[in-house]
């Protein structure tokens, strides 16, 4: 699909193949733990951060071997830069690139990566004209603020989780001209306790990582706890405070949920093959699924997306962007398209 015939002034009017750089922040789904595992009993690749596979900003491969966002960019936009490579920790370079992405983070944490995200594009000025080029930051939090919020009430809480991706958000608008910011929404950590009760091997890991799932509670309580954290990304799209300007906005992708149960074979049994070792963090397999998900529900106007998606469904189709609206799409294009169409090249 073709670029605008100029830069688009709006973020409204932002065709794919007009972003220029890609970034991300977030923990350890974004850092890429254990996405290479050889196989269930390669626990030692938990460790490893396999950046270049990551489902947001991974850019390892090609589309046709494996699906991420930054890969399907590539192909709107082979200049675009940012995207991660390889294996390695934030502070490395040649790997991390604008993935600034740390395991174990919480929400509180994304404003020291935002500054560290905003630095390192500060620092390649020969690739990023800041003012000038159209840039995308990915955000997925949560797992670890869920986990923590029994024994840490006082710095794990719903409303400190809504204020550390608000902050962050803020730093990058006052930072980053010409950004559109897209957060996955949270992924209902309930789906750990359902694996562990039928999957021994599942339980053992997820007692070392989240022991809030093994607590005294009720799957129904566990569940009410994650629904105080959800709605608080959405609330920060809903409250229009970052679509003041036509260079900046926050969109969320709720395509995680309604994802109450892990990825289950036509048997019923897990999709164990989905997970790296610990059940938890996303094999290459499964950063290339999320990476679908995540691109179709980009497409998807406001109100009419996707809040389930069949993450066993390999069948399901890497969408076109509608030519009637071939935008990511945002509160305002989600709205009246027709209004910010322009020419292209």
Known sequence: MKKSASVPQSVHSLRFANINVIGAIGDSLTAGNGAEARNENDVQALHKQFRGLVFSVGGDMDLDRHITLANILKKFNPKLFGFSKKSGPANDWASAQLNVAVP???????????????????????????AKNWKLIHILIG?????????????????LFGKGIKEAIQ????????TIVVITGMIDMTVLREMGERTPRCAAYHRLNC???????????LRGICNEYMPKEDEIQKSGIFDTSDEFTVIVQPFFEKYDRAPFLPNGNEDLPFFAPDCFHFSQYGHSVVGKSLWNNLLEPLGSKSKYVN??????????????????RTTKNSQDCVKYMTPVS
């Open 104 to 130: 174990g983070a919480t929400a509180v944490n994304l404003t020291d990566q935002v500054k560290d995200l905003i630095q390192k594009i500060k620092d390649h000025p020969d690739k990023v004209d800041i």
């Open 143 to 159: 797992g670890n603020d869920f986990c923590a919020s029994c024994d840490n009430p006082e710095e794990e809480s719903p409303y």
């Open 171 to 178: 730093i990058l608008k006052e930072n980053l001209p010409r």
């Open 211 to 221: 022991v809030l799932v093994f607590k005294n509670f009720t799957t129904g309580q």
């Open 311 to 328: 993450l066993t469904d390999l069948s399901s189709p890497l969408n076109c962007p509608d030519p009637s609206c071939p935008f990511i």
